[in-house]
């Protein structure tokens, strides 16, 4: 693909020939249209299988946290395709969610609070508790910052918008799910989102 700031008649979109024209975000392209390709290995399958399954993931938190988070901070790349590439790494080639911990639920400048411990609350089904320590008089965050949840068990995704502050120091949560398989990840957003 080529990039151009100027072509010879100026920018253009639309398809002449075999090159197509187009502007995406302000950048514009010159692109050939793609040939037959009927290579299909095995580990391209592979690669189609995880890709196949980071999508599924993406477009099911489209209005959950891809356009309230991602597209915060995609710049010139889309929320959703920054979701997709910051993830890919998280699926095995079958196109299953093996590796939670190179898994991201949210990305940005607004860093977490040190020392976020989140365990379970024996005296509340389904229940967790979190605590942090409030390093906003540091400059890191503010004291208002929200406290968000990604709950994820094999079956469905839940995002959670809390009342807790950064400020707060903890949280006590009663999950959506019964207890057994859940990962959870801990975010703030800013106080106006």
Same mark, same amino acid.
């Given at each position: 693909?080529?990039?151009?700031?100027?072509?010879?008649?100026?920018?253009?979109?639309?398809?002449?020939?075999?090159?197509?024209? /187009?502007?995406?975000?302000?950048?514009?392209?010159?692109?050939?249209?793609?040939?037959?390709? =009927?290579?299909?290995?095995?580990?391209?399958?592979?690669? !189609?299988?995880?890709?196949?399954?980071?999508? /599924?993931?993406?477009?099911?938190?489209?209005?959950?946290? @891809? !356009?309230?988070?991602?597209?915060?901070?995609?710049?010139? %790349?889309?929320?959703? &395709?920054?979701?997709?590439?910051?993830? %890919?790494? *998280? +699926?095995?080639?079958?196109?299953?969610?093996? &590796?939670?911990?190179? +898994?991201? =639920?949210?990305?940005?400048?607004?860093?977490?609070?040190?020392?976020? &411990?989140?365990?379970?609350? *024996?005296?509340?089904?389904?229940? @967790?508790?979190?605590?942090?320590?409030?390093?906003?008089?540091?400059?890191?965050?503010? *004291?208002?910052?929200?406290?968000?949840? %990604?709950?994820?068990?094999?079956? !469905?995704?839940?995002?959670? &918008?809390?009342?807790?502050? !950064?400020?707060?120091?903890?949280?006590? @949560?009663?999950?959506?799910?019964?207890?057994?398989?859940?990962?959870?990840? *801990? +975010? +703030?957003?800013? =106080?106006?989102?």
């Amino acid at each position: 693909m080529g990039k151009y700031t100027q072509g010879i008649l100026g920018p253009f979109s639309g398809k002449v020939g075999a090159v197509v024209g /187009s502007s995406w975000k302000g950048v514009n392209y010159i692109k050939s249209l793609p040939g037959p390709n =009927a290579s299909n290995t095995e580990a391209q399958q592979k690669q !189609r299988s995880r890709f196949k399954s980071v999508v /599924s993931l993406a477009s099911s938190l489209l209005s959950s946290l @891809i !356009r309230p988070v991602w597209n915060l901070v995609g710049g010139k %790349m889309t929320g959703y &395709n920054l979701f997709v590439k910051t993830n %890919m790494p *998280a +699926f095995d080639e079958s196109g299953e969610l093996v &590796n939670y911990s190179d +898994f991201h =639920a949210s990305t940005g400048a607004l860093p977490l609070p040190e020392n976020l &411990n989140i365990q379970d609350d *024996a005296d509340v089904v389904s229940g @967790i508790e979190l605590s942090w320590k409030d390093d906003s008089d540091t400059g890191v965050g503010n *004291a208002d910052d929200k406290l968000h949840l %990604m709950v994820m068990t094999p079956e !469905r995704v839940h995002i959670l &918008n809390t009342a807790s502050v !950064r400020s707060d120091q903890s949280a006590e @949560i009663t999950l959506p799910v019964p207890a057994g398989n859940v990962h959870v990840y *801990a +975010f +703030f957003g800013t =106080a106006d989102g």
